[in-house]
């Protein structure tokens, strides 16, 4: 398949747990990455591989992968988490890449 | 510190052509796989294209495929996107990227991104 799903939307209380998750079969060949886009701004990568993230990326931000399902966990969002994140993969020949069609999360 | 900038966006009519250029510094962009993203306006991100670390192999969207050309030059540590047969379709931010990861590591991921530069196709 050539396909990531997210739910469009995803809303969280301030200082709660959220979890967005991606869906595609391609999920059961190579990890997820995740990017955070704020308005007016580029992506940036938030969560690679297994659980990693990059320098500077707060550790309330995780992620886990469990068959055709990868998920990006904010435990005790922040208001500043506020914007889209896009989960993104490779198709089953690892040349041609995959991106979700985002998500859009709301933190009340 | 690793830097992408992309240029050559604007305006340009349908079936017009136009060459994007991504300006990379602070790493051997002869060493990183490199693609192209696009977001169309309020929409999600899509892949464009990539170029391996060799060079020769490139790879497509459907969308784009037979009408846009990925390309680089090392000496000039640049990547280029050349478009042509323009839709309105085609009307997006278009951004350069690093590629990092192995399929060994079952891992790929953009770890570096450009600033992004709209490209407006319209009669």
């Known amino acids: 398949s050539s396909e990531l799903t997210q739910d469009p939307a995803v809303s969280v209380a301030l200082g709660q747990t959220v979890r967005i998750t991606c869906q595609g079969d391609?999920?059961?060949?190579?990890?997820a990455s995740w990017y955070q886009q704020k308005p007016g701004q580029a992506p940036v990568v938030f969560i690679y591989g297994k659980n990693s993230r990059p320098s500077g990326i707060p550790d309330r931000f995780s992620g886990s992968s469990s068959g055709d399902t990868a998920s990006l966990t904010i435990t005790g969002a922040q208001a500043e988490d506020e914007a889209d994140y896009y989960c993104?993969?490779?198709?089953?020949?690892?040349?041609?890449?995959?991106f979700g069609g985002g998500t859009k999360l709301t933190v009340l | 510190e690793v830097q992408l900038v992309e240029s050559g966006g604007g305006l340009v009519l349908p079936g017009d052509s136009l060459r994007l250029s991504c300006a990379a510094s602070?790493?051997?962009?002869?060493?990183?796989?490199m693609s192209w993203v696009r977001q169309a306006p309020g929409k999600g991100l899509e892949w464009v294209a990539n170029i391996k670390i060799n060079g020769h192999e490139k790879y497509y969207a459907d969308s784009v495929k037979g009408r846009f050309t990925i390309s680089r030059d090392t000496t000039k540590s640049s990547l280029y996107l050349q478009m042509s047969s323009l839709t309105v379709e085609d009307t997006a931010i278009y951004y350069c990227?690093?590629?990092?990861?192995?399929?060994?590591?079952?891992?790929?991921?953009?770890?570096?991104w450009g600033q992004g530069i709209l490209v407006t196709v319209s009669a």
């Open positions: 990227a690093r590629d990092v990861g192995a399929a060994l590591l079952r891992l790929y991921y953009f770890d570096s």
């Open positions: 993104n993969s490779r198709d089953s020949s690892g040349n041609r890449v995959l």
């Open positions: 602070g790493f051997n962009l002869s060493t990183y796989s």
């Open positions: 391609s999920l059961r060949n190579y990890y």
